[in-house]
C-alpha cells in the first residue's frame, strides 16, 4: 500500500515497444538500471510495460538501441494530473477559491448543536447562546469559552454547568440543568392520612399513627383513614405523630366523552407544489415569486440540506425545499372514530388512577342525540387513596385535650 501510493506521487508511464523483436525492450531497461512492471504483449509483435516518470525521456534513445519504435502510451500519477491541468486555468481558480473558502469557513460556526436540556427550551438556550457572542456566523477562534459559559450560567440561573466544543464549523453545547431535590420531610409536622376519593378498602397500611378504618369498609372523599397520633395497647392516646402508609380501596368511575355526529378529516391529493430557497448564512435567496405563507387547505412540508461532512466541517450553505401538499375534506361518521374515543377515556382513567392503580374491568356504552356522540366509560379500579394533609390548630388542640385528660385520670 505504502509502495502504490509513493508511486502515485512520483508518476509513472506506459511505453508501447513495436517491431520485429519487441522483447529487446526489456533487456535495454534492465541494462539501464530502469525499473519496470507489467510488461505483457497487447497483440502481436509489440510488447507494452510500464516504467517510472523521469525513465519516460529515455524512451526516444532505447528505440534506437533496440531496434524498434518505442513510444509513451499513457502517464499516469498525480504529475499526470498536473501535467493536465496546466492548460485549464480556470479549473485551477476554481479549485484554490474553494480549498481557500473551506479553510476560511472553517473558522465560523455553521452549525449549533443543543444537548442535555430537559427543561430549559432550546430557542431560550440559543438566544442566550446569541446574546453571548456564539452564533451562527460567529469567530470563533475569538471566543472565550469560560467567558461563555459564566456568562450563560448568569444569564440561565436554571443552568448548573455547561461546555462549548468546536469542531471545525460544529458548536457542540452540552448543558446540565440543577437538579429539584425534594424537600426534606418536616418530622415536626402533625400530618393525618385523608382520602382523597370514595371506595371500598381493601388493605390498610399504617408504619406510623392510628388507622381508623379497616378492610372491607366503605370511606367517603375527605374522610381520616390514619390519624396522626399514637396509642397504647389499651387504646389510649399518647402523643401526636406524624401518620405514614397507605390504604388501597376499590373504586368505581364514570366517565363521558362527546364528539360530533360528522366529523371533517383530510384526504391528500396527488398533486404537490415544491419550491427552493438558497440560505447564505443568515441571507435567504427565494427562487420563487410571491410569499412562503401556506395556501388554505393545504400542508406545508420544509427539508433542508446543508451542504457538510459530519464532524468535519460545514459551510454557510443549505438549499430549502417546501413542499406544498393540497388536500380535500370529507365527512366521517364518528361511529367510526369509536375506538379513539375509547382510547381517549382509557388514557384519561390511568392519568386519574395514577401509575400504581390497576383497571379490573371497564366496558363502554355509546348514544347519539342532537347530532352528538356520546361515548360512557364504566370502569372498577383498585388504587391507593390516601393523601398526607397537615392537621388543622383545631384537631390538634383537640387530641392535645385528650391527652391531658388521660394524664389526669392516670393515678
Known amino acids: 500500500m505504502k509502495r502504490n501510493y509513493a508511486r502515485y506521487v512520483a508518476g509513472w508511464a506506459t511505453v508501447e515497444a513495436s517491431g520485429a523483436r519487441p522483447e529487446k525492450l526489456l533487456c535495454a531497461l534492465a541494462e539501464r538500471g530502469i525499473a519496470f512492471w507489467g510488461a505483457s504483449p497487447p497483440k502481436e509483435f509489440s510488447l507494452t510495460a510500464e516504467i517510472p516518470w523521469r525513465a519516460a525521456k529515455l524512451v526516444p534513445a532505447l528505440g534506437a538501441s533496440i531496434g524498434c519504435e518505442v513510444r509513451v502510451v499513457r502517464y499516469h500519477g498525480l504529475p499526470a494530473v498536473f501535467r493536465k491541468l496546466r492548460h485549464r486555468v480556470a479549473l485551477v481558480v476554481c479549485l484554490a477559491f474553494l480549498l481557500g473558502l473551506l479553510f476560511v469557513s472553517g473558522a465560523f460556526v455553521w452549525d449549533i448543536r443543543i444537548s442535555g436540556n430537559e427543561?430549559?427550551?432550546?430557542?431560550?438556550?440559543?438566544?442566550?447562546l446569541a446574546e453571548c457572542g456564539v452564533d451562527i456566523g460567529s469567530f470563533w477562534p475569538a471566543m472565550s469559552q469560560d467567558q461563555v459559559r459564566n456568562s450563560m450560567i448568569l444569564k440561565l440561573p436554571d443552568i448548573r454547568w455547561m461546555t462549548v466544543t468546536i469542531r471545525g464549523s460544529h458548536a457542540e453545547v452540552i448543558v446540565r440543568e440543577k437538579r429539584t431535590y425534594i424537600e426534606p420531610v418536616d418530622e415536626?409536622?402533625?400530618?393525618n392520612l385523608v382520602a382523597v376519593k370514595a371506595g371500598l378498602v381493601t388493605e390498610v397500611l399504617a408504619l406510623r399513627g392510628t388507622?381508623?378504618?379497616?378492610?372491607?369498609?366503605?370511606?367517603?372523599?375527605g374522610e381520616v383513614l390514619v390519624a396522626g397520633y399514637a396509642t397504647g395497647r389499651y387504646g389510649t392516646i399518647q402523643g401526636l405523630?406524624?401518620?405514614?402508609?397507605?390504604?388501597?380501596?376499590?373504586?368505581?368511575?364514570e366517565m363521558t366523552i362527546e364528539a360530533p355526529v360528522n366529523v371533517d378529516e383530510k384526504t391528500s391529493l396527488e398533486t404537490q407544489t415544491a419550491r427552493w430557497a438558497l440560505i447564505l448564512g443568515k441571507t435567504r435567496i427565494n427562487f420563487y415569486k410571491g410569499s412562503s405563507i401556506c395556501p388554505a387547505d393545504c400542508d406545508k412540508i420544509i427539508e433542508?440540506?446543508?451542504?457538510?461532512?459530519?464532524?468535519?466541517f460545514t459551510l454557510p450553505l443549505t438549499v430549502e425545499k417546501t413542499v406544498y401538499s393540497p388536500y380535500t375534506t370529507q365527512s366521517v361518521e364518528a361511529l367510526e372514530l369509536r375506538e379513539e374515543l375509547e382510547a381517549a377515556l382509557t388514557t384519561a382513567l390511568a392519568?386519574?388512577?395514577?401509575?400504581?392503580?390497576?383497571?379490573?374491568?371497564a366496558r363502554f356504552t355509546a348514544s347519539g342525540g342532537d347530532g352528538v356522540l356520546y361515548v360512557t366509560l364504566f370502569a372498577e379500579c383498585q388504587e391507593q387513596i390516601a393523601q398526607a394533609v397537615p392537621m388543622t390548630a383545631e384537631e390538634i388542640l383537640e387530641i392535645q385535650e385528650k391527652l391531658v385528660t388521660i394524664e389526669e385520670a392516670e393515678p
Open 119 to 128: 427543561t430549559i427550551p432550546e430557542g431560550v438556550i440559543r438566544q442566550a
Open 304 to 312: 433542508e440540506y446543508t451542504l457538510s461532512v459530519g464532524g468535519l
Open 241 to 253: 405523630t406524624r401518620a405514614i402508609g397507605s390504604v388501597t380501596a376499590r373504586t368505581w368511575y
Open 351 to 361: 392519568g386519574e388512577i395514577g401509575p400504581e392503580g390497576e383497571i379490573l374491568s
Open 211 to 221: 388507622a381508623l378504618t379497616e378492610e372491607n369498609r366503605t370511606v367517603l372523599a
Open 188 to 191: 415536626g409536622e402533625y400530618v
